[in-house]
């Protein structure tokens, strides 16, 4: 599609005469060259999108969840635009980490339980004169949180 218009640039009003691509796009769609990381094809024939194309992909990707990932290894949850972005990252991560919105350190998944070995409080006389206290004594373990007593 042959776009003409009317363009400000540093104040100045200038005419352009390009073509664009005026079709619809997916999150993989590069908007300047059209080179799609999905498949590895061109969506575009090598034409940037139209500004109407990629405005109409982004009111959409707004009206959806993002996908939420929590890697186990690296102790994050990790944010994408969809499942199939989480999927297309994991086969390479270094050349796709830019399809990873964001990440955050997920937390400990391990809890503390408290077992206590005596409910009686024991009074403890200390060695300076006037102080004294009670004793409570207790084990303690970790686990992960979703294992079994």
Same mark, same amino acid.
């Given at each position: 599609?042959? =776009?003409?218009?009317?363009? !400000?640039? +540093?104040?100045?009003?200038?005419?352009?005469?390009?073509?664009? +691509?005026?079709?619809? =796009?997916?999150?993989? @769609?590069?908007?300047?060259?059209? @080179?799609? %990381?999905?498949?590895?094809?061109?969506? !575009? *024939?090598?034409?940037?999108?139209?500004?109407?194309? =990629? &405005? *109409?992909?982004?009111?959409?990707?707004?009206?959806?969840?993002?996908?939420?990932? +929590?890697? &186990?290894?690296?102790?994050?949850? &990790? /944010?994408?635009?969809? *499942?199939?972005?989480?999927? /297309?990252? *994991? #086969?390479?991560? !270094?050349?796709?980490?830019?399809?990873? /919105?964001?990440?955050?350190?997920?937390?400990?998944?391990?809890?503390?339980?408290?077992?206590?070995? #005596? %409910?009686?409080?024991?009074?403890?006389?200390?060695?300076?004169?006037?102080?004294?206290? #009670?004793? =409570?004594?207790?084990?303690?373990?970790?686990?992960?949180?979703?294992? #079994?007593?």
């Amino acid at each position: 599609m042959n =776009i003409r218009g009317l363009m !400000t640039h +540093h104040g100045q009003n200038k005419k352009y005469n390009m073509d664009l +691509h005026n079709k619809k =796009i997916n999150e993989f @769609t590069d908007w300047v060259y059209g @080179t799609n %990381s999905l498949t590895g094809g061109n969506d !575009t *024939e090598g034409l940037p999108v139209s500004g109407e194309r =990629i &405005r *109409e992909l982004l009111q959409e990707k707004l009206k959806q969840p993002i996908f939420v990932y +929590h890697d &186990r290894d690296a102790h994050l949850y &990790r /944010i994408f635009s969809s *499942e199939d972005a989480k999927t /297309i990252w *994991e #086969s390479d991560k !270094t050349t796709y980490k830019d399809l990873e /919105i964001s990440n955050f350190v997920a937390p400990s998944e391990y809890v503390v339980n408290v077992d206590f070995t #005596s %409910s009686q409080l024991v009074y403890i006389r200390q060695g300076v004169e006037g102080q004294s206290g #009670s004793k =409570i004594k207790f084990n303690w373990k970790t686990q992960k949180a979703d294992a #079994s007593n």
